[in-house]
């Protein structure tokens, strides 16, 4: 069974630009959770998507956003970034029912210059 | 506020030494629990986790946690670390059924050889 994959695996963006980053959860996975890694905070949890429907939010700005398609893959979309805003972004998918564990992908670091 | 707790940011110790790491969260529900680890340039694995029933929880690599109800604590031991258990760790809980999984900030574990 392929495991999560998170596109892509490093980017560099400069400050003011935006950027869209791709997770493609286990197949047969309905639930696809964002969270943002960073030395001083730790992850930190951005939102949850199930059946394409935001189902939980964390306490990040509007300018995070994220969206979730059909086929249960996943995009998240930063908006006028900030230097702040670099770090590793992990897309964890689960079968979203119940009480499940989630299956990490290897993240997408972000630099913002 | 619910929040999870790791006091130990940073931990050194001697290969053959024994390990715990503290883990507390802030929740009188009904909790699942769960301990990842992020070996260096690799991602999230679980290393355990409990549901329910015995409060003893066995995982991977040796590695146990107890989860005690009266103390809100959920704390990662294994007697004898190797150097190949260098990784960062984090504890993480569900404290509602449907709701979204919290982590701790991570316990950076560096073994000595």
């Known amino acids: 069974k392929a495991g999560v994959t998170q596109t892509p695996r490093y980017l560099i963006k400069t400050r003011g630009q935006q950027v869209t980053l791709s997770c493609s959860p286990i197949?047969?996975?309905?639930?696809v959770s964002w969270y943002q890694q960073t030395p001083g905070q730790g992850l930190q949890f951005l939102f949850e998507?199930?059946?394409?429907?935001?189902?939980n939010k964390g306490n990040f700005p509007g300018r995070f956003s994220g969206r979730q398609f059909s086929n249960s893959r996943s995009e998240m979309n930063v908006s006028t970034l900030e230097l702040g805003d670099s770090a590793l972004y992990l897309c964890?998918?689960?079968?979203?029912?119940?009480?499940?564990?989630?299956?990490f992908g290897q993240g997408t670091r972000l630099t913002v210059v | 506020a619910q929040s999870v707790s790791q006091h130990n940011h940073h931990v050194i110790l001697s290969e053959a030494a024994s390990l715990e790491l503290g883990c507390n969260y802030s929740?009188?529900?009904?909790?699942?629990l769960f301990w990842y680890v992020q070996y260096p340039g690799q991602h999230l694995q679980l290393l355990l986790k409990?549901?329910?029933?015995?409060?003893l929880v066995k995982g991977i690599k040796g590695f146990e946690a107890e989860f005690i109800k009266s103390k809100f604590s959920f704390n990662l031991r294994k007697p004898s670390v190797q150097w190949s258990d260098t990784a960062e760790y984090f504890c993480?809980?569900?404290?509602?059924?449907?709701?979204?999984?919290?982590f701790g900030k991570g316990t950076r574990l560096h073994i000595l050889p």
């Open positions: 964890a998918s689960s079968s979203g029912e119940g009480l499940t564990e989630a299956f």
């Open positions: 197949s047969g996975h309905r639930s």
């Open positions: 929740y009188g529900g009904t909790v699942n």
């Open positions: 409990y549901f329910s029933g015995d409060p």
């Open positions: 998507y199930f059946s394409e429907t935001q189902r």
């Open positions: 993480a809980v569900i404290m509602n059924r449907d709701d979204k999984i919290i």
